[in-house]
């Protein structure tokens, strides 16, 4: 099964991809993820990525496509992965088109997490609190000023990513404002249908 959920950041992607790992027993490619770990290692993408991702804006399609196309040509990804946080960009898209196409393979379904923004920034003070709450590090960008960046990001390059999948027909609609495990439940029913019409 191979997989793309999209949507805002706070919109819930990480947690709806966390427990799809466990159903499918498939990995989670989050770019954001590998770029703060590259951060992290100080390694040459972590280096230039460093800044822009402080300031709440997109890393270059160049930088994360690389990263992917390393990625998903790993062996724990053969059977299948879900891509959340990628991608983000049309440019990106394409590319991850092109990858696919190369190796003859499919993608299943793309789901959309729709929320209201409005409620975004909240969610995002919670989830920085929670994290501190567990002792575990809160994200730089997710103080609420850079949020409003990275919000304004996915407004202006990102959004288009879902009515591109639209298109072709590959696109699910979620309700992302429901509760977690009825965010779930929706994603589930969307894959069972893929399966019947398989
Ligand atoms: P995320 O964890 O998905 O919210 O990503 C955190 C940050 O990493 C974003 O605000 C961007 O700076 C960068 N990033 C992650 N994925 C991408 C991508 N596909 N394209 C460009 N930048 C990305």
């Given at each position: 099964m191979r997989l793309i959920?999209?949507?805002?950041?706070?919109?819930?992607?990480?947690?709806?991809?966390?427990r799809l790992?466990e159903k499918y027993k498939i990995?989670?490619?989050?770019?954001?993820?590998?770029?703060?770990?590259?951060?992290?290692?100080?390694?040459?993408?972590?280096?230039?990525?460093?800044?822009?991702?402080?300031?709440?804006?997109?890393?270059?399609?160049?930088?994360?496509?690389?990263?992917?196309?390393?990625?998903?040509?790993?062996?724990?990804?053969?059977n299948g992965f879900i891509?959340?946080?990628?991608?983000?960009?049309?440019?990106?898209?394409?590319?991850?088109?092109?990858?696919?196409?190369?190796?003859?393979?499919k993608l299943d379904a793309v789901l959309?997490?729709?929320?209201?923004?409005?409620?975004?920034?909240?969610?995002?003070?919670?989830?920085?609190?929670?994290?501190?709450?567990?002792?575990?590090?809160?994200?730089?960008?997710?103080?609420?000023?850079?949020?409003?960046?990275?919000?304004?990001?996915?407004?202006?390059?990102?959004?288009?990513?879902?009515?591109?999948?639209?298109?072709?027909g590959l696109?699910s609609?979620i309700?992302?404002?429901?509760?977690?495990?009825?965010?779930s439940a929706s994603i589930e029913s969307v894959l069972e249908g893929l399966d019947e019409k398989v």
């Amino acid at each position: 099964m191979r997989l793309i959920l999209v949507g805002p950041p706070g919109a819930g992607k990480g947690t709806q991809a966390t427990r799809l790992v466990e159903k499918y027993k498939i990995p989670q490619l989050s770019t954001g993820d590998m770029l703060r770990a590259a951060v992290a290692a100080q390694t040459p993408v972590g280096l230039k990525a460093k800044e822009v991702m402080d300031a709440g804006g997109l890393v270059s399609d160049e930088i994360v496509v690389g990263i992917i196309h390393d990625r998903i040509a790993e062996d724990d990804a053969q059977n299948g992965f879900i891509l959340d946080g990628f991608p983000r960009t049309i440019a990106q898209a394409e590319a991850l088109d092109e990858m696919l196409k190369a190796d003859n393979l499919k993608l299943d379904a793309v789901l959309e997490l729709r929320v209201d923004q409005t409620k975004l920034v909240d969610r995002i003070v919670k989830r920085a609190e929670d994290a501190k709450a567990a002792g575990q590090p809160v994200r730089k960008d997710d103080d609420p000023e850079v949020f409003k960046q990275r919000l304004d990001a996915y407004n202006r390059d990102t959004a288009v990513v879902a009515p591109f999948y639209q298109k072709i027909g590959l696109l699910s609609v979620i309700d992302g404002m429901q509760s977690i495990d009825d965010v779930s439940a929706s994603i589930e029913s969307v894959l069972e249908g893929l399966d019947e019409k398989v």
